[in-house]
Every structure is written in structure tokens, then in C-alpha cells.
């Protein structure tokens, strides 16, 4: 079982459209979940960070996390064409600092 | 707008050959982390340093690969004789002092080992 598994897409949306993606981890003791958007050939954007259980909302972004379920999630509402890109979740586990990634989910949105 | 700074942005080696790059961290960060991404596959960790310490290093390959994060100057990622496997994406990020922070990443140095 990999650390952080991530569906690797591709995830076809329409603009306008919310998309949804999932990320499930194997590190009970993680503390800390981290989105980041990376576009072909250029380096990770940090987009959401998230600690607690719940819900976290930024702009079109909401991350969710279940530490009981060992789930995180990224909803990307009113996607646009300029959100196509591979979606990274990371788990900064209980171990220390260094983050751990999942394989990246592939997202196009479609005018 | 002080990011975090790599360079060089691509870097071509012949096998046997030294590879070395720099990374600056962004104004205020004391944290700084090297990932690796090969082609067609996710980031991975490889060391995570503070000022003249390396805090782990358990991602690293045990062999050719070294790094340092100096009291003055950049962190340097040092790899003694590339091999065509070496070729890759190198990411450094860098946070700043205090437990699980978020990590912000650079433009990353593209290496390719002929």
C-alpha cells in the first residue's frame, strides 16, 4: 500500500463545474495535509494547507479533511480552463517535516 | 517578491561527471528540503536541512549524493559521478522554524546526464 494514493485521473470537468479530488494516507499519526497544483514542467504551488478536521475554504478551493478515515479532499468549484493541471496531496507526517506525496491526479477542465 | 531561488534551471552532465546546485530560501525561512521528481513519477523526499545541520537525510541515496545548508550562502545538493539514472527534476523548498509549516518550492534545476 503506497503512503499517499491519489486516483491519477485524467479528471474531465466542465467549466463551471466543481471538481473533486481524493487522497487517502496510511500515516495514522500525520498532522499536517497539503494541496499543491503543478503545471507541466513547472514546479508545485502550494494551494491549501490543512491541520484540523473539517472543512477549510479558500476562494473557489474548500479542503476537507477525516483524520478518522484518513481521508483529504480538494473541491475546486467553478472550474476553469486555467485550473487544468496535475492536483499533489502531501502528508507531513508524524515523523517530522518532510512531506510525503501522493502521485498527483490529472484534472482538464473543458470550455 | 523573494521566492525561494534555484539555479542553475537546467544543467547538463556527461556521465562520471559533478553536479551541483543551489538553493536560496525564501526571506525569512530557516527550513530547507530537497525532493526529487523523475520523469513520469511523484516528488520524493530526499533531505531536509537547517542552518549547518542536516535534520534527515533518510531519502537520500547513500552513495554520490551529498548536501550541506551553510551558516552564509545557498544549500547546495552535490552529485558525484551522474549516472543517466541521476537525470531528473530537483525541487528545493524551504520553510520557516516551526513544526509542520507549509513548504514553498522553487522553479526546481532540470538535470540531464548524457
Known sequence: ?111 | NAGVMQNPRHLVRRRGQEARLRCSPMKGHSHVYWYRQLPEEGLKFMVYLQKENIIDESGMPKERFSAEFPKEGPSILRIQQVVRGDSAAYFCASSPSRAEAEQFFGPGTRLTVL
Open chain 1, 1 to 111: 500500500q503506497k503512503e499517499v494514493e491519489q486516483n491519477s485521473g485524467p479528471l474531465s470537468v466542465p467549466e463551471g463545474a466543481i471538481a473533486s479530488l481524493n487522497c487517502t494516507y496510511s500515516d495514522r499519526g500525520s498532522q499536517s495535509f497539503f494541496w499543491y497544483r503543478q503545471y507541466s514542467g513547472k514546479s508545485p504551488e502550494l494551494i491549501m494547507f490543512i491541520y484540523s478536521n473539517g472543512d477549510k475554504e479558500d476562494g473557489r478551493f474548500t479542503a476537507q479533511l477525516n483524520k478518522a478515515s484518513q481521508y483529504v479532499s480538494l473541491l475546486i468549484r467553478d472550474s476553469q480552463p486555467s485550473d487544468s493541471a496535475t492536483y499533489l496531496c502531501a502528508v507531513n507526517g508524524a515523523a517530522g517535516n518532510k512531506l510525503t506525496f501522493g502521485g498527483g491526479t490529472r484534472v482538464l477542465v473543458k470550455p
